[in-house]
Nanobody, 125 residues
Framework: QVQLVESGGGLVQAGDSLRLSCAAS????????LGWFRQAPGKEREFVGR????????SYADSVKGRFTISRDYAKNTVYLQMNSLKPADTAVYYC??????????????????WGQGTQVTVSS
């Protein structure tokens, strides 16, 4: 059973940066595609971005492209979400997720087998 634990959330001001971490345990970290999603109050959970099992490719939602970057550290079994130029619209609970699939629609929640508990990010104006 894979466990994912997010950390690094908090309250920041618009324009600030924040880095979220997601530590994985209980599985083969190097074989998973890892994704980040977010859910704002009253809204559906939405795709933020993902990084391939090899780390060689990544993709992002248009709303965060150019501001957010996903990376992974195989030695630490950890995936990161670097968020720059934060906006109030980025306020949400952020979740990391792991998928064992080799090919899929990465923005689809059903693609992911495992989920973390989420970490709150609040961006004030």
């Amino acid at each position: 059973q894979v466990q994912l634990v997010e950390s690094g959330g908090g309250l920041v001001q618009a324009g600030d940066s924040l880095r979220l971490s997601c530590a994985a345990s209980g599985g083969t970290f190097s074989s998973y595609t890892l994704g980040w999603f977010r859910q704002a109050p009253g809204k559906e959970r939405e795709f933020v971005g993902r990084i391939s099992w090899s780390g060689g490719s990544s993709s992002y939602a248009d709303s965060v492209k150019g501001r957010f970057t996903i990376s992974r550290d195989y030695a630490k079994n950890t995936v990161y979400l670097q968020m720059n130029s934060l906006k109030p619209a980025d306020t949400a609970v952020y979740y990391c997720a792991a998928s064992t699939r080799l090919l899929s629609v990465w923005s689809n929640l059903a693609t992911y087998n495992y989920w973390g508990q989420g970490t709150q990010v609040t961006v004030s104006s």
